[in-house]
């Protein structure tokens, strides 16, 4: 049997039309992914007002219009069915009415012969009726260009309120398909019916415009995708005037509809994002994937079908975006739950959390296990595998720091100024926590229990994402911390994420929501997040081009010790040295061979810098001077002399922690003031900037920038201040007027 003869055999519940279409349609499923959108069979297009018509209404956008025809050809004689629901038929024929009008004695003629009816109930319903067939001659000539041919169809509310005529349209609708002709239809505008035969049915989605028509009717024929277009992008949170406005590329009726306001309808059309979300939920009802778009943007409709982001994809499936508010809300929520913690219950909850660390160290290895095997599989980098990795070494190493962070709490509310500003008037600077915290971090799931103690000990809330690779790792990591949570606030204080999609989403809040951002990762990660992020702050490095200056007047055992720890301890942690700088006058002296012996034995592949290249004729040259190889690979290169490697410092570094090994004070003292990273080092390896070393216990990141925190950011890093006045029924005017004088006496 063929699928006409199906469509028109189906028992159909029409009174019960706006609950459920029919028994076989409730058997389908809507797209919940619109990567499935290019398996949609059967398409509605919907085409509102504004696309079809000029910005000043003044008539059909024709340019417009013959794109949106070329995309329904194309997808039309690529085998698909399309149903075109579209306007603009009083638009065209208002232009010919007023033309008409301008005739005195027609216009005259026509006041005398209806004289009972409103000149805008007049105006049009003429302007329909001669509008609608110059509509339908020009989309004929459009289609007949790629042989499409087409079908007009006027529809009524009242159609939908009869059993007889709704059953002659479905089949009306399924011939036209099958016979692969475009449907294009409209309300017919031209006539009215008595409101007792139009009456709104309750609860029912009511023919009030050409959105709810296309929704009734992308239920009627069974489509997989309804496209409304108008001339809004999409559906926003608010409208799209408003700074805060957001638009909703995904949108779950049933938990998005609250994150929506509504503003006034468009100037062109008759429905609103009310009506168009009202009308989208309907398809969804009916099982038809609904997208909610801009049509005047190039290519729309394609794209839309190809997956593509384009407008506001509807699905029963929860929007990330709604996910993401929701963690984020909740996070701020057991934040400020946990700020009001007294440090020694903060503190427990780090020393519970370590210790459960400690007792699930089994269970903790298998899961990092499967990760590595994992990572293996997929070709991971060894630089990459080496930071993924953990053992009983490291386990025992971060519970001793997740030890020194607890010991470390008592840090809220602590007074780092007071002034008297006026008798009975005292004035406190006070520390508080930033907020809510977004960390990215790449590879090391150690550095989870890290960020997570660092932000219980300041009274931060935390939203975490670690790297896919380590997701079984980071999966227990994150559990074990709830844990230890749960019996002083929400479990949801600290969150974690799982993917790419969500970190877009978050990107695109404000400070309602996050407070900061810190990326810990590669250039890439780092630049990638400073770039999406909409408007919240972010804190972080870009690279960790560090350097080591041996100076002419060093200590040769002290050089050979730091230069191998700086580079050789653990090559792809970003404060290992990257390109050491040799004094010229040490070049090819018994020093500079012990230098180059010592890295060829640890396999450390060396590169020559372009003044190194003049001495020397056996290292391949540098690509670059300011590469972070993260790996045993190193660049040397030569300075004439101290101003010039700090010169080169500066020049080619990314700030991050550089070190000079000399035994000239005045050599050192220059070196220290003038070379501008964050961390600046005397005879001491690079690797020593670190949060666990520096007595932080550890560092949910390292700051290359100079606002707020600059080097390992600790706790005191993840802090900022409020100001507290005690007064007693103080004024302003108090003092304008002479009443009363400021003292502003420092107090201890």
């Given at each position: 049997?063929?699928?006409?003869?199906?469509?028109?055999?189906?028992s159909?519940?029409?009174?019960?039309?706006?609950?459920?279409?029919?028994?076989?349609?409730?058997?389908?499923?809507?797209?919940?992914?619109?990567n499935?959108?290019?398996?949609?069979?059967?398409?509605?297009?919907?085409?509102?007002?504004?696309?079809?018509?000029?910005?000043?209404?003044?008539?059909?956008?024709?340019?417009?219009?013959?794109?949106?025809?070329?995309?329904?050809?194309?997808?039309?004689?690529?085998?698909?069915?399309?149903?075109?629901?579209t306007?603009?038929?009083v638009?065209?024929?208002?232009?010919?009415?007023?033309?008409?009008?301008?005739?005195?004695?027609?216009?005259?003629?026509?006041?005398?012969?209806i004289?009972?009816?409103?000149?805008?109930?007049?105006?049009?319903?003429?302007?329909?009726?001669?509008?609608?067939?110059?509509?339908?001659?020009?989309?004929?000539?459009?289609?007949?260009?790629?042989?499409?041919?087409?079908?007009?169809?006027?529809?009524?509310?009242?159609?939908?309120q009869?059993?007889?005529?709704?059953?002659h349209?479905?089949?009306?609708?399924?011939?036209?398909?099958?016979?692969?002709?475009?449907?294009i239809?409209?309300?017919?505008?031209a006539?009215?019916?008595?409101?007792?035969?139009?009456?709104?049915?309750?609860?029912?989605?009511?023919?009030?415009?050409?959105?709810?028509?296309?929704?009734?009717l992308?239920?009627?024929?069974?489509?997989?995708?309804?496209?409304?277009?108008?001339?809004?992008?999409?559906?926003?949170?608010?409208?799209?005037?408003?700074?805060?406005?957001?638009?909703?590329?995904?949108?779950c009726?049933?938990?998005?509809?609250?994150?929506?306001?509504?503003?006034?309808?468009?100037?062109?059309?008759?429905?609103?994002?009310?009506?168009?979300?009202?009308?989208?939920?309907?398809?969804?009802?009916?099982?038809?994937?609904?997208?909610?778009?801009?049509?005047?943007?190039?290519?729309?409709?394609?794209?839309?079908?190809?997956?593509?982001?384009?407008?506001?994809?509807?699905?029963?499936?929860?929007?990330?975006?709604?996910?993401?508010?929701?963690?984020a809300?909740?996070?701020?929520?057991?934040?400020?739950?946990?700020?009001?913690l007294?440090?020694?219950?903060?503190?427990?909850?780090i020393?519970?959390?370590?210790?459960?660390?400690?007792?699930?160290?089994?269970?903790?290895?298998?899961?990092?296990?499967?990760?590595?095997?994992?990572?293996?599989?997929?070709?991971?980098?060894?630089?990459?595998?080496?930071?993924?990795?953990?053992?009983?070494?490291?386990?025992?190493t971060?519970?001793?720091?997740?030890?020194?962070?607890?010991?470390?709490?008592?840090?809220?509310?602590?007074?780092?100024?007071?002034?008297?500003?006026?008798?009975?008037?005292?004035?406190?600077?006070?520390?508080?926590?930033?907020?809510?915290?977004l960390?990215?971090?790449?590879s090391?799931?150690?550095?989870?229990?890290?960020?997570?103690?660092?932000?219980?000990?300041?009274?931060?809330?935390?939203?975490?994402?670690?790297?896919?690779?380590?997701?079984?790792?980071?999966?227990?990591?994150?559990?074990?911390?709830?844990?230890?949570?749960?019996?002083?606030?929400?479990?949801?204080t600290?969150?974690?994420?799982?993917?790419?999609?969500?970190?877009?989403?978050?990107?695109?809040?404000?400070?309602?929501y996050?407070?900061?951002i810190?990326p810990?990762?590669s250039?890439?990660?780092?630049?990638?997040?400073?770039?999406?992020?909409?408007?919240?702050?972010?804190?972080?490095?870009a690279?960790?081009?560090?350097?080591?200056?041996?100076?002419?007047?060093?200590?040769?055992?002290?050089?050979?010790?730091?230069?191998?720890?700086?580079?050789?301890?653990?090559?792809s942690?970003?404060?290992?040295?990257?390109?050491?700088?040799?004094?010229?006058?040490?070049?090819?002296?018994?020093?500079?061979?012990?230098?180059?012996?010592?890295?060829?034995?640890?396999?450390?592949?060396?590169?020559?810098?372009?003044?190194?290249?003049?001495?020397?004729t056996?290292?391949?040259?540098?690509?670059?001077?300011?590469?972070?190889?993260?790996?045993?690979?190193?660049?040397?290169?030569?300075?004439?002399?101290?101003?010039?490697?700090?010169?080169?410092?500066?020049?080619?570094?990314?700030?991050?922690?550089?070190?000079?090994?000399?035994?000239?004070?005045?050599?050192?003292?220059?070196?220290?003031?003038?070379?501008?990273?964050?961390?600046?080092?005397?005879?001491?390896?690079?690797?020593?900037?670190?949060?666990?070393?520096?007595g932080?216990?550890?560092?949910?990141?390292?700051?290359?920038?100079?606002?707020?925190?600059?080097?390992?950011?600790?706790?005191?890093?993840?802090?900022?201040?409020?100001?507290?006045?005690?007064?007693?029924?103080?004024?302003?005017?108090?003092?304008?007027?002479?009443?009363?004088?400021?003292?502003?006496?420092?107090?201890?």
């Open positions: 049997m063929s699928r006409l003869a199906l469509s028109t055999a189906k159909i519940s029409y009174r019960n039309f706006d609950r459920k279409f029919s028994l076989s349609s409730s058997l389908l499923k809507a797209y919940n992914n619109r499935d959108l290019k398996n949609a069979k059967k398409v509605v297009v919907k085409l509102g007002s504004a696309v079809i018509t000029r910005e000043d209404q003044s008539g059909i956008a024709l340019g417009r219009l013959a794109s949106i025809v070329e995309q329904v050809s194309e997808l039309q004689n690529s085998g698909k069915q399309v149903l075109m629901v306007s603009g038929a638009a065209l024929g208002r232009q010919k009415v007023s033309r008409e009008l301008l005739d005195k004695t027609l216009r005259e003629s026509t006041q005398k012969t004289t009972k009816i409103e000149k805008s109930t007049l105006d049009k319903k003429a302007c329909a009726a001669t509008g609608q067939n110059g509509l339908m001659s020009l989309y004929s000539s459009l289609f007949s260009q790629y042989g499409v041919e087409t079908a007009q169809v006027l529809v009524t509310k009242a159609d939908f009869s059993e007889h005529t709704l059953k349209l479905q089949s009306t609708l399924n011939y036209l398909l099958e016979a692969k002709i475009v449907p239809l409209n309300t017919n505008d006539i009215g019916y008595p409101p007792e035969l139009t009456k709104d049915k309750e609860g029912a989605l009511n023919i009030n415009d050409n959105d709810s028509l296309a929704a009734k992308a239920a009627m024929v069974e489509s997989d995708l309804l496209l409304i277009m108008s001339d809004v992008n999409g559906v926003y949170n608010c409208p799209p005037s408003e700074p805060d406005s957001r638009l909703l590329e995904n949108f009726p049933s938990v998005d509809k609250n994150l929506v306001s509504f503003g006034s309808i468009s100037n062109v059309g008759t429905g609103g994002m009310e009506s168009k979300i009202a009308a989208a939920e309907f398809a969804l009802e009916n099982n038809c994937s609904v997208i909610i778009c801009n049509g005047k943007q190039q290519n729309a409709i394609l794209d839309s079908l190809n997956g593509k982001k384009i407008g506001t994809f509807f699905s029963n499936s929860v929007s990330s975006m709604a996910t993401v508010e929701n963690l809300s909740n996070a701020r929520n057991g934040g400020r739950l946990l700020q009001t007294s440090a020694d219950k903060r503190s427990k909850i020393r519970d959390y370590a210790q459960l660390l400690l007792a699930n160290s089994r269970q903790i290895y298998e899961a990092n296990t499967l990760d590595i095997e994992l990572a293996r599989k997929n070709n991971l980098s060894p630089v990459l595998l080496s930071r993924l990795s953990l053992n009983e070494k490291k386990l025992i971060l519970a001793d720091g997740m030890q020194q962070i607890a010991a470390n709490t008592n840090i809220l509310g602590k007074v780092l100024k007071s002034t008297q500003l006026a008798d009975e008037l005292i004035l406190k600077q006070v520390t508080v926590p930033i907020g809510v915290l960390v990215i971090f790449e090391r799931p150690d550095s989870l229990p890290q960020i997570a103690s660092l932000c219980i000990a300041s009274g931060n809330s935390l939203l975490l994402k670690g790297g896919s690779e380590a997701f079984n790792t980071n999966k227990l990591l994150h559990k074990l911390v709830q844990d230890a949570l749960e019996q002083f606030v929400p479990r949801e600290i969150s974690l994420l799982n993917t790419r999609e969500e970190i877009n989403d978050l990107l695109q809040l404000d400070s309602k996050i407070d900061l810190i810990r990762g250039n890439q990660l780092v630049q990638n997040i400073q770039k999406n992020s909409k408007s919240i702050p972010v804190l972080g490095h690279e960790g081009i560090c350097h080591v200056f041996v100076d002419k007047d060093c200590d040769p055992d002290t050089v050979l010790k730091v230069v191998r720890d700086a580079k050789c301890d653990y090559p942690a970003c404060n290992a040295m990257e390109t050491l700088l040799i004094h010229k006058d040490l070049v090819n002296t018994q020093l500079f061979e012990s230098i180059i012996n010592l890295f060829k034995s640890e396999r450390v592949k060396l590169y020559a810098g372009p003044s190194l290249q003049k001495y020397v056996d290292l391949p040259p540098a690509k670059k001077l300011n590469h972070e190889y993260s790996d045993l690979e190193l660049t040397i290169e030569v300075a004439d002399n101290l101003e010039s490697a700090v010169d080169h410092i500066n020049k080619f570094g990314s700030n991050h922690t550089e070190s000079i090994i000399t035994k000239n004070d005045d050599a050192a003292e220059y070196f220290l003031k003038n070379v501008d990273s964050a961390c600046v080092f005397l005879n001491t390896s690079t690797r020593m900037a670190d949060g666990y070393r520096f932080l216990g550890a560092e949910v990141g390292i700051s290359t920038g100079r606002l707020h925190a600059r080097g390992p950011v600790g706790v005191e890093g993840l802090l900022t201040t409020k100001w507290l006045i005690n007064g007693n029924a103080h004024t302003a005017s108090d003092f304008s007027t002479g009443k009363k004088k400021f003292i502003h006496k420092v107090l201890n």
